[in-house]
């Protein structure tokens, strides 16, 4: 009996504290709302204005494999263009593996140091974006110097020809460029701090609301005051 009593009464103090919490952000739901938008502009101006800006190379390539087989008199031959495709769509995610792999960036850094830049290639800085069902995607290079990033992306593309193929079980494997220069645009991350101010500020209302609850010790309602008694 007793013990049946007990957990009445703890069910009863938790749905109390429940609808303890609820009042208290209704109650204050105009500041809580600006403490939010307050966190979530202040997120958005430091990605847009607060950090370096950055400058994104971009360069648009195609993938190109070629299936050979050998004929009776010994003479080459591709059994068909559509087996390509369906070959080079396959290897497509091997491909943006192997661009950001050290073996790559390495290679990369050696011929960009080689022609007297300063600084390194940084295989973090890389970016490869392609589609499930398309040969053609990009390489990007993000850095502070907008002449430097067209500059590394140059000599990343330069050593994924040179490297990538020989660890891809294909002939004629290449990753054409289908642009001279790169595209360059300056590269900001308002979204990325204004949605990490909005999880800040959601998580300083929940604190402040859970810290006046709990703290809160004073009988607000009669129901608390027949669950003590």
Known sequence: MYEEEKVTTENSSDFGMERRLIKTLRLYLIPFILVVIFMTV???????????TMYKAEKTVMLITNILNIDKEGNEY??????DVVLAIDYLP????????????????????ENGFEGSISGGSVSVDYGEDNLIFSIS?????????????AYIVESARANVGKYVKADKFDIL???????LSVETDTVKFSFLGLIAGVAIVLCISFLKVFTDNTIKEVSEL???S
């Open 42 to 52: 202040a997120g958005a101006l430091y990605g847009n204005f607060g950090r370096k």
């Open 78 to 83: 591709s059994p068909s263009i559509k087996n």
């Open 94 to 113: 091997d491909v943006a593996f192997m661009i950001k792999h050290p073996m790559v960036i390495e290679d990369a850094n050696r011929r960009y140091k």
């Open 141 to 153: 290079y993000l850095d502070e110097n907008d002449d430097l990033a067209d500059k590394k992306l």
């Open 177 to 183: 460029p289908l642009q001279k220069g790169a595209t």
């Open 226 to 228: 027949e669950d003590i």
